[in-house]
């Protein structure tokens, strides 16, 4: 993996900071597949805007509109693309964002000029 020089000499900036090796390249694409749907889009903002952080399954068909087995498979995808972690507590899931994957991943991107 290589960083690419941020210069006036490239016609425009590259999409990525680094260049991928096929196991990145396919992590990458797991996680864009998941957030590729509205409503998992919606759960990850869902989550992310939570006060405390974190989000009990109970009460998210409520909040998106949706039924609970709708809500039970889009927060597995979430989780299974490491997007979400899961924590059982008694009867009840709660979820919360993975932010040192989030992070990690999001370093792969060239930030935006201002």
């Known amino acids: 993996m290589f960083l690419v020089p941020l210069d006036d000499d490239f016609c425009c900036p590259p999409f ?3 260049e991928l090796d096929e196991a ?3 992590e990458l694409a797991a996680v864009m597949k998941a957030l590729a749907d509205p409503v ?3 759960l990850v903002s869902t989550v992310a805007n939570a006060e405390s952080g974190e989000v009990c399954a109970c009460d998210l068909p ?3 509109g949706r039924s609970q087995p709708t809500m039970s ?3 597995g995808q979430l989780v ?3 997007i979400l972690e899961r924590e059982q507590r008694g009867k009840w899931a709660w979820f919360r ?3 040192d994957r989030l992070a990690r991943l999001g370093s792969l991107f060239v930030a935006a000029e201002p």
């Open 16 to 18: 990525l900071r680094v």
């Open 24 to 26: 990145e390249a396919e």
């Open 40 to 42: 998992r889009l919606r």
């Open 62 to 64: 409520a909040l998106l």
């Open 73 to 75: 498979h889009h927060l």
């Open 80 to 82: 299974q693309a490491g």
């Open 97 to 99: 964002l993975r932010h």
